[in-house]
């Protein structure tokens, strides 16, 4: 069975920082990633990692303030997010695919799994 199981969300004022985890079990993927979505819009990609040589991409929108990395003995994948913005408010959400980075940022349909959620909520 797989699982997707984030935690590190919660309310920061902006400029802060906060770490989001995502762990997986029962399966290896081939990228895993990140999308937010805030209340009244569109599930939107924030970032993603390719599982075998760590290579990320990233949203416009978060370049040069999120880091995704991976952790692959843990099969664990973070998202450190450093100057953050109220229009960073979302709820954040994990995801693999079987496909590559580059596929989670052109197709939303090549995610496979999500996680739960976790909110993250700045306030200015």
């Known amino acids: 069975q797989v699982q997707l199981v984030e935690s590190g969300g919660g309310l920061v004022q902006a400029g802060g920082s906060l770490r989001l985890s995502c762990a997986a079990s029962g399966r290896i993927f081939n990228a895993m990633g990140w999308f937010r979505q805030a209340p009244g819009k569109e599930r939107e990609f924030v970032a993603a990692?390719?599982?075998?040589?760590?290579?990320?991409i990233y949203a416009n929108s978060v370049k040069g303030r999120f880091t995704i990395a991976r952790d692959n003995p843990r099969d664990t994948v973070y998202l450190q997010m450093n100057s953050l913005k109220p229009e960073d408010t979302a709820v954040y959400y994990c995801?693999?695919?079987?496909?590559?980075?580059?596929?989670?940022?052109?197709?939303?349909?090549?995610?496979?799994?999500w996680g739960q959620g976790t909110q993250v909520t700045v306030s200015s």
């Open positions: 990692i390719n599982w075998s040589n760590g290579t990320g």
């Open positions: 995801a693999a695919s079987p496909q590559t980075a580059l596929a989670l940022l052109l197709r939303v349909q090549s995610v496979e799994y």
